[in-house]
C-alpha cells in the first residue's frame, strides 16, 4: 500500500483511494491537484482523469477541488477502514460533470450546479430543461488577481436546448410540515415597537456584513449563525466555539457567562413554515450551553440595518447591552461594504461599588473551512489543517487576533484558494484597560477555567500551525473597571478579509467548467485585514454616526410601523450571500440563495425588475448592473434582445453569441419580455438618480434597439401585442394583457423622455404617438368588465392564462410610471377599481397548504392574498403557472405601493400588515423574505414605500446646476416625518399644515451629502411671500418668488441655489397667515 499524497504517511488522517486495481492512501484535507499528481504517480499513468460515482449509474469528473469535496461525501467506513472508489476517465462508463445529464444531452440539475433533487429550478416535466453539459475547459488568469486574460478568449460553443425556462417550482422539498390540519398560531405582540422576545426569537436571524461581502447573522439566541464570510453561500453553516462571555467581580464575587440563551433550544411542539430553516439551532450551540453557563433569555430590538441586544434577568450585577452593526450609509459604497461588524457592549454599573468587568470574545480559526462541510468534535474539519493565530498590536488601543491557514494558497505558482484569507477578533482598549489573550487552542473548558480564574487569560496556548483536519480556537478579552452608578462601552471587531471568490455557481452555456477568479472588490479598497480594521477603528465615530442616522432617519417617522419595517428590512438582500460585489468594481446577484448555493445566476432582468433598495441607496453599483445589461457586447443582441441572466467574468462569450442568427426561440425564458422593458425602465431611473447625461446616451443605443425591435416585431401596431411574452412567471404568456402591455406603455413613455435628452425630437414623437395609440387599444381590450383589468386570451394559444382573474401583478407597468414620474399610464379610475377588487377578491385571512400549487408557502397561521383569483373561485387548468400562491412579499410589497399612489391607504397598510407578521420571527426570520431561495431580491421593491409615502418629485434643472425638489405627503400629511434620498443626499422631511394647508412649516435636514435645490414645491396653498420665511441652518435665506402653480403645489423659486448639508442643515418653511 503506497503512502499518503504529499509523501507523508497521516495516520487516522488518510483514507484509501481504490482505483484500477490499486489502493493508496490519500490525505482528504490535500488539494485535488496535488492529490491528482500523486494518484497519477502512484498508477503510473501521467494525464489519466479520475472520476467518482455520483449516483447509482453516472460518474463525475474530478476537476476541481469542490467536485473533489462533492467526491471526498462519497467515503465508505467499513470498521475502523475509510475508503473511496474511483474510476479512471477511460473505462466504459457514462460520465457527468459533476452532475447528470438526460438523454438529450442536457443537464438535469436545472440552474442551479447541484443534483435535480436539490435544485432550486428543476423545470417540470413538460418543459424543456434549461441546462446544459460541460461546453469545454476554461483556463484561470496567469496572475489570478487579473480580472481580463486572452486565457477566456478560447471559447467553445455550449449546447442549447431551444424552449428553455428556467424554473422555480420545485425549489423545495415541499414535504409538507404542516399538513391541512391548522397548527398552533403565535404572533409577535411587540412587532409595532421592532422588538423580539420569547417565541418570537426562534426564527429571528438578523444577517450584518458589507454590500456583496459576506455576512455573519445575530440569532434569537443572542449568539452568530449564518457564517457566510469564505465566499460559499450557507444559510445554515456554523463556525463552534465562537462566542461572547462576560466576567463580573464586585464585592469579592465573581460570576461568569455566555452571553447566549437555550430558552428555545427545545422545538418541542414548533410547527416550522414551509422552506424555512431560520428556526434551526445549530447542534453546536446546544454543545456549548450544555458545557458552559449561560444566560436565561434575551431580547432583541431590530431597526435594521442596527440590532440591539439586552440580556435581561441574568443574575449579573451589571446591565449589558448590546448593539451590533456595520457600516451602512446609502450613497457611499465604498464605506458600506467594509467586510467588518462592530459590536458596541454598554455595561451599566447600578451598585454602590465599583466592578471589574471582562468581555469575552471565543473565536475559531475557520480560515480553510468551505462553509459548508461539518465541523465536528469542536475544531476538525476536513479542511482544516495549517491553521495560525497571531497576536496583532494595531496601534495603541487596538489589539487583534489575527487568524490564518498557511496551507492553501500557492501565489508563486498561481494558485489561489477561494476559502484562503484571513479573519480578526479585535478589541480597542483605554487607558488602564487590560487586554488579554489566550492565542491558540481547542478545549473550551481549558479556555474557560482560565477565563474565570483570578488571572485571566494569560499565554498563547498550543503552539504552531494546526494539524490536518484540525483548526485551533481563540480567545481574546479586556477587563475594565467600571465606577458604581456608572456605565461605558467596550467595543470588539469581528472582520474578515477572503480576496480569492471563485465562480462556484453554474452558468447558463457554461455549467460546471472549472472555477474561475472574479475577486470581491473589498479586497481592492482594503488590501489586507489590518488596514481594513485599522481604517474602521480611525473612521469608528462618522461611521457609527451616520449608520445610526440612516436608522434613525427611517425609524424615527411619523410613518405606520409596518411599512418601515417593510422598506427598512428589505435593504438586507444587498449585504446577504444573494449579492456579489466582484473584484471588477461591478454588483452581481443571484435571484436568492439556496441553503448551500445560490439560486438562478446572475443578474436576473425580471426578477430585479422590483428592486429598488440598491439603485436608491447605493445608485453606483445599480449603474453597473445596467453597463452590463446594456453595453455593447454583453447582454443585447444585435438583433434588440437582452438576455434574461449574465455569466461571469464578462470575458466569456455572452450565451446569445452562440444562438442562430443571435436569436432564440419567442418563447424560452432566456429572453424575458418584462426584463427586457424593465431594462429600458431601469436605464431611465438611473439617469434620474444621479448617472448624469453622459451615461444615459452611452446606453441609449441599446435600450434604443430593444424598443424598435417591440415596435416593429412584438407590436400588432396598435400598441398591444399577443406573440409569446415570456416573463418572471417562468413560462410564455400570450394575448393581450396589461402585465406585459403596461410596462410596455411605459416604457414607451420612458423613451419619449430619453429621446428628447438625446435631443431626437422626431423619435420621441414616435414612442409619444405609439404610446397614445397602444393605452387606448390596451385599455379597451382588457377592461371589459367595467371592474378590473383581464387578458384577452389568444384563441390559438390558451395556454398559462390569467384570463378573467384578478391578478395581483397586471398593474407593475403603472406602478413603474409613478415611481418615473410618468403619470398615469391607464386611466386612474379604471386602475382604482383595479387594485379594490383584487384586494377584495384575492385577500385570504388564512391559507390551505394544499390549495397552493405548485409551491406552498403560506398556512393556516398567515393571512396575505392569492396572485389570482377566477370570479368562480376554481383555477382552469391552463392557468399561469404560479398563480394558486400566495402572493410573495414581493408581489405584495410592490402592490401596497400601488395602493398608496392610487390612495388607498389603508388597503396597503393591511397588505404589509400581513406581510410583516408572516415574517415576525415566530416561524419566519423578519430579514429574510424568500421565494426561489432565501433572501429574495424580489421584496426590495419594498424600499420605494419611503418615496412613496413621501411624495417626493424631482428634476434636474440644468441651466440652475440645482434640483426641482418637492413633497407631498400621502400618509399624514398634516403632521409628517420621514425619510427621503435624492441622487446626492438623502435625510429627513417633515411638515406641518392646518386642515387647509394656508400655514404650517416644512423643514428638510440633509444627514448625508449636499443638496442642491433651485426650485421647492410644497403642498401649501398660501403663495403669500410676505407670510413665507425661509431659513438654511439659523440663517434666513431670500426667495424670489411664489406661486401656486399648475401642478397643485406652492412653488418657491430661489434667487440662489440652497446648498443644503449636514453642517447647515435644515432648511425650514415657515408660512403663516394673517390675523
Not at 471589574?356 to 489543517?385: A, C, F
Request: charged content about 20%; proline content about 6%; overall charge negative.
Amino acid at each position: 500500500m503506497a503512502s499518503a499524497a504529499g509523501g507523508e504517511n497521516v495516520g487516522s488522517g488518510t483514507i484509501e483511494v481504490r482505483v484500477a486495481g490499486s489502493t493508496l492512501l490519500v490525505n482528504p484535507a490535500e488539494r485535488w491537484t496535488k492529490t491528482c499528481q500523486y494518484l497519477q504517480k502512484g498508477l503510473n499513468k501521467p494525464g489519466v482523469v479520475f472520476a467518482y460515482r455520483s449516483t447509482d449509474s453516472n460518474y463525475a469528473l474530478i476537476t476541481s477541488d469542490s467536485v473533489w469535496k462533492h467526491a471526498l461525501d462519497t467515503i465508505v467506513q467499513t470498521g475502523p477502514t475509510r475508503f473511496l472508489n474511483l474510476r479512471l476517465a477511460s473505462d466504459d462508463a457514462k460520465y457527468e460533470s459533476s452532475t447528470s445529464t438526460d438523454g438529450q444531452g442536457a443537464s438535469s440539475t436545472g440552474c442551479c450546479s447541484k443534483p435535480a433533487a436539490s435544485s432550486c429550478c428543476a423545470p417540470p416535466e413538460d418543459i424543456k430543461k434549461c441546462c446544459h453539459p460541460i461546453a469545454g475547459e476554461f483556463s484561470k488568469p496567469k496572475d489570478a488577481r487579473s480580472l481580463v486574460s486572452d486565457d477566456w478568449s478560447v471559447l467553445q460553443p455550449p449546447v442549447f436546448t431551444g424552449d428553455e425556462c428556467f424554473k422555480c417550482e420545485k425549489m423545495f422539498d415541499t414535504e409538507s410540515p404542516v399538513g391541512d390540519t391548522a397548527p398552533p398560531k403565535v404572533s409577535n405582540p411587540n412587532l409595532p415597537q421592532y422588538k423580539y422576545a420569547g417565541e418570537a426569537l426562534r426564527a429571528c436571524q438578523l444577517p450584518l456584513g458589507p454590500i456583496g461581502g459576506g455576512v455573519i447573522a445575530v440569532g434569537g439566541d443572542g449568539g452568530l449563525r449564518q457564517w457566510q464570510v469564505v465566499n460559499e453561500v450557507s444559510h445554515n453553516g456554523h463556525v463552534p466555539d465562537s462566542f461572547w462571555a462576560i466576567k463580573t467581580e464586585v464585592g469579592g464575587k465573581t460570576q461568569c457567562k455566555v452571553l447566549q440563551s437555550d430558552a428555545l433550544y427545545d422545538d418541542k411542539g414548533f410547527v416550522p413554515a414551509y422552506h424555512i430553516t431560520d428556526h434551526i439551532v445549530p447542534p453546536a450551540s446546544i454543545e456549548l450551553l450544555k458545557a458552559l453557563p449561560g444566560i436565561p433569555e434575551v431580547e432583541i430590538t431590530a431597526k435594521y440595518p442596527v440590532v440591539e441586544v439586552d440580556y435581561p434577568n441574568t443574575g449579573l450585577p451589571v446591565d449589558v447591552h448590546m448593539t451590533a452593526w456595520n457600516p451602512c450609509i446609502p450613497l457611499d459604497q465604498n464605506r458600506s461594504g467594509i467586510p467588518i461588524i462592530i459590536f458596541d457592549f454598554e455595561i451599566t454599573n447600578n451598585t454602590g461599588e465599583d466592578a471589574q468587568v471582562t468581555l469575552l470574545n471565543s473565536q475559531q480559526n475557520m480560515v480553510g473551512w468551505d462553509g459548508q462541510s461539518p465541523i465536528t468534535n469542536g475544531v476538525n474539519n476536513r479542511n482544516y489543517g495549517g491553521n495560525s493565530n497571531a497576536l496583532a498590536k494595531l496601534n495603541d488601543n487596538l489589539t487583534a487576533i489575527d487568524m490564518f491557514n498557511t496551507s492553501l494558497s500557492d501565489p508563486d505558482n498561481n494558485h489561489y484558494d477561494s476559502h484562503d484569507g484571513h479573519f480578526a477578533s479585535c478589541v480597542a482598549s483605554e487607558d488602564n484597560d487590560v487586554v488579554s489573550s489566550l492565542l491558540q487552542f481547542y478545549s473550551l473548558e481549558t479556555m474557560w477555567e482560565l477565563f474565570t480564574s483570578e488571572a485571566g487569560l494569560r499565554d498563547n496556548g498550543l503552539h504552531g500551525p494546526s494539524p490536518v483536519g484540525r483548526t485551533w480556537d481563540s480567545a481574546l478579552s479586556l477587563t475594565r473597571k467600571v465606577p458604581a452608578k456608572s456605565k461605558t462601552t467596550i467595543t470588539f471587531y469581528l472582520a474578515w478579509h477572503f480576496p480569492h471568490r471563485m465562480t462556484n455557481w453554474g452558468q447558463p452555456g457554461y455549467r460546471n467548467i472549472s472555477e474561475m477568479y472574479v475577486g470581491n472588490y473589498y479586497a481592492h479598497l482594503y488590501p489586507d485585514i489590518n488596514s481594513l480594521l485599522k481604517y474602521t477603528h480611525d473612521q469608528i465615530d462618522d461611521l457609527r454616526l451616520l449608520t445610526m442616522a440612516f436608522r434613525d432617519c427611517m425609524f424615527d417617522s411619523t410613518l405606520p410601523w409596518q411599512l418601515i419595517d417593510s422598506a427598512a428590512g428589505r435593504v438586507s438582500p444587498i449585504r446577504s450571500p444573494t449579492c456579489m460585489w466582484l473584484g471588477d468594481n461591478r454588483l452581481y446577484a443571484f435571484e436568492g440563495c439556496r441553503q448551500t448555493e445560490g439560486c438562478c445566476p446572475l443578474n436576473c432582468t425580471h426578477v430585479w425588475n422590483y428592486e429598488q433598495s440598491l439603485a436608491n441607496l447605493w445608485p453606483v453599483l445599480e449603474q453597473t448592473m445596467r453597463d452590463v445589461d446594456l453595453s455593447a457586447g454583453h447582454q443585447v443582441t444585435p438583433v434588440g434582445r437582452l438576455v434574461s441572466r449574465i455569466n461571469v467574468p464578462l470575458e466569456l462569450k455572452p450565451t446569445w453569441m452562440y444562438w442562430d442568427n443571435y436569436d432564440t426561440d419567442l418563447k424560452s425564458c432566456y429572453v424575458c419580455v418584462d426584463g427586457e422593458l424593465g431594462g429600458v425602465l431601469k436605464l431611465y431611473r438611473e439617469y434620474r438618480l444621479g448617472a448624469g447625461l453622459g451615461f444615459l446616451k452611452t446606453m441609449w443605443p441599446a435600450a434604443k434597439a430593444i424598443m424598435n425591435r417591440w415596435m416593429t416585431v412584438n407590436d400588432q401596431g396598435d400598441g398591444t401585442m399577443k406573440i409569446a411574452q415570456p416573463n418572471t412567471y417562468d413560462t410564455a404568456m400570450y394575448g393581450v394583457n396589461t402585465f406585459i402591455g403596461a410596462l410596455y406603455l411605459c416604457a414607451l413613455k420612458a423613451s419619449e423622455k430619453m429621446a428628447l435628452l438625446d435631443d431626437d425630437e422626431e423619435l420621441a414623437k414616435t414612442f409619444a404617438d405609439r404610446y397614445a395609440l397602444g393605452r387606448q387599444s390596451l385599455d379597451s381590450k382588457c377592461f371589459t368588465n367595467s371592474q378590473w383589468y383581464t387578458q384577452q386570451v389568444d384563441p390559438e394559444a390558451q395556454i398559462k392564462i390569467v384570463g378573467e382573474s384578478t391578478f395581483v401583478d397586471c398593474l407593475l407597468g403603472q406602478w413603474w410610471g409613478y415611481i418615473l414620474e410618468l403619470g398615469d399610464i391607464l386611466p386612474l379610475d379604471h386602475c382604482q377599481s383595479t387594485v379594490v377588487n383584487i384586494f377584495a377578491r384575492n385577500h385570504r385571512d388564512s391559507f390551505v397548504p394544499s390549495e397552493q400549487s405548485p409551491r406552498p408557502f403560506y398556512d393556516q397561521r398567515d393571512a396575505g392574498m392569492v396572485i389570482g383569483c377566477w370570479p368562480d373561485g376554481v383555477p382552469p387548468p391552463n392557468r399561469l403557472t404560479y398563480t394558486t400562491e400566495c402572493a410573495w412579499t414581493g408581489l405584495s410589497h410592490y402592490f401596497a405601493g400601488l395602493c398608496m399612489y392610487m390612495g388607498q391607504n389603508d388597503i396597503a397598510m393591511q397588505v404589509l400588515e400581513d406581510a410583516r407578521y408572516c415574517y415576525d420571527g415566530t416561524r419566519r426570520s423578519p430579514w429574510n423574505e424568500i421565494e426561489c431561495g432565501d433572501h429574495y431580491s424580489r421584496p426590495m421593491c419594498a424600499f420605494q414605500l419611503f418615496a412613496t409615502a413621501s411624495g417626493i418629485t424631482w428634476e434636474a434643472l440644468p441651466d440652475t446646476g440645482g434640483l426641482r425638489v418637492g413633497f407631498k405627503p400621502r400618509i399624514g400629511p398634516n403632521n409628517y416625518r420621514g425619510f427621503y434620498n435624492l441622487p446626492n443626499a438623502w435625510g429627513q422631511f417633515s411638515q406641518t399644515a392646518d386642515d387647509v394647508f394656508m400655514s404650517g412649516t416644512a423643514q428638510i435636514t440633509a444627514a448625508y451629502g449636499t443638496l442642491a435645490i433651485a426650485q421647492l414645491w410644497l403642498p401649501f396653498q398660501n403663495a403669500n411671500l410676505e407670510q413665507i420665511a425661509v431659513e438654511l441652518g439659523s440663517k434666513s435665506f431670500p426667495v424670489e418668488s411664489a406661486e401656486l402653480n399648475t401642478e397643485g403645489y406652492l412653488q418657491l423659486n430661489f434667487s440662489g441655489l440652497v446648498q443644503l448639508n449636514r453642517t447647515n442643515t435644515p432648511l425650514k418653511v415657515t408660512i403663516t397667515t394673517s390675523e
